[in-house]
Nanobody, 115 residues
């Protein structure tokens, strides 16, 4: 059974930092490309950052320079270090794992940036 479990969300003030984690089980983690997406009510889910199986990274323009995605294949875990958070970063953040044959999603974790 495949599970992607996000953690680390919460309430933070503007300018603050959070680190999200995505723990994977039931997949050969090291062969999967991984990504963080986010969604706010009434809008489409958008890609925040991705990391390939070879650890090549890609970021949305809106988070470039503020967020860092990483993975630890020994721990089957992906991370998103978020700094200089803005109110517009408020969303549910989802973990995604995919290959050309399969895609899996986590249940999401809420991030709220507010004073």
């Amino acid at each position: 059974q495949v599970q992607l479990v996000e953690s680390g969300g919460g309430l933070v003030q503007p300018g603050g930092s959070l680190r999200l984690s995505c723990a994977a089980s039931g997949i050969r983690f090291r062969i999967y490309a991984m990504g963080w997406y986010r969604q706010v009510p009434g809008k489409q889910r958008e890609l925040v950052a991705s990391i390939s199986s070879l650890s090549n990274t890609n970021y949305a323009d809106s988070v470039q320079g503020r967020f860092t995605i990483s993975r630890d294949n020994a721990k089957n875990t992906m991370y998103l270090q978020m700094s200089s958070l803005k109110p517009e970063d408020t969303a549910v953040y989802y973990c995604n794992a995919h290959t050309t044959l399969s895609t899996f999603w986590g249940q999401g974790t809420q991030v709220t940036v507010s004073s």
